[in-house]
């Protein structure tokens, strides 16, 4: 079987292969799922938004509107009861390697779409393919990575660009709410992972994304580098974008504006403290007022 591969060797091809689409996957879904149809802050010409829809459907079977609400909900609960997938609620353990159930949990809740996924495509290909036959495109990639690499090779190239998008999305969700550093005090616990976002092109950058959700541009110092942000230039350049919002404010003046509740976010953190503190005593004196009645009430009579 291996024989009827077009391009069964060198090896390397695959690899090759793998890395691009793997890459394209990043660049849709940083660019369309994420900036563009959760934020809002970049448009796409319509010929480039099908396209990227079409190709998140064939190599991440991701619904838009799913991806869409499970995200804003992580916004509006960011590290909080409620934030679909957090290590701060659930430990990063349960994040980095399960993250995707999380995500699932979440995406499968009526109410989470219906209250965060207003604005996604709804047109006819949305609702009869891409939502409704969700897994097809996955499984044509099968068919078509066998044809290209052989029935060894080809299921190794599929099952890499399956488990792509659920590991890049566990790695964003988890580490970049618990590695790295910070540029913005925000009042949860977003990082950036690491300031060069080559690999997920600008997503490490998560800690200047959470202070600025809707801006198209992650990077706030000039030494970080947003390769999804340098994308949206180009595409821009060839007027296939429009750019709605992007931070055009430094690092410094930007958090000088937005966050100089430095000082206030620990003092609302201590008064949060304060106030549990105050509920534990409340059920401490609550207890002892119990063991106190209980012990004033005269003892049963003993019968000899
Ligand atoms: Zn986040
Ligand atoms: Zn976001």
Known sequence: MPGYAVLAHPWWIALLFALAVGHLTN???????????????VQFRPVVEHLMRFWLWLTSAVVTREWVAVHRKHHAYADKEGDPHSPAVVGLPAIVFGGVFFYQKAARDPEVLEKYGAGCPDDWVERNIYT?????????????????????????????MAIWTPIMGNIIN?????????????????RNIYPWGLWILGEELHNNHHADPRSAKFKAHWWEIDVGWVYIKLLSFVKLAKVGYARSLSAK?????????????????KLEKAGEELEKAKA??????????AALQPPEPTVD
């Open 27 to 41: 660049v849709c879904t940083t660019l369309y799922l994420h900036r563009s149809a959760t934020h809002e802050g």
């Open 132 to 160: 409704r036959r969700s897994s097809l495109g996955i499984v044509l990639m099968l068919v078509l990575d066998i044809y290209l690499f052989g029935i060894v090779i080809g299921p190794m190239v599929w099952t890499v």
């Open 174 to 190: 988890g580490v970049g709410h618990a590695l790295g550093y910070r540029n913005f005090e925000t009042r949860d616990r977003s």
């Open 253 to 269: 003046e930007f958090a000088a504006k937005h966050y100089t509740e430095k000082v206030a976010v620990p003092v609302a953190e």
């Open 284 to 293: 401490r004196i609550d207890t002892a007022k119990t063991e106190a009645l």
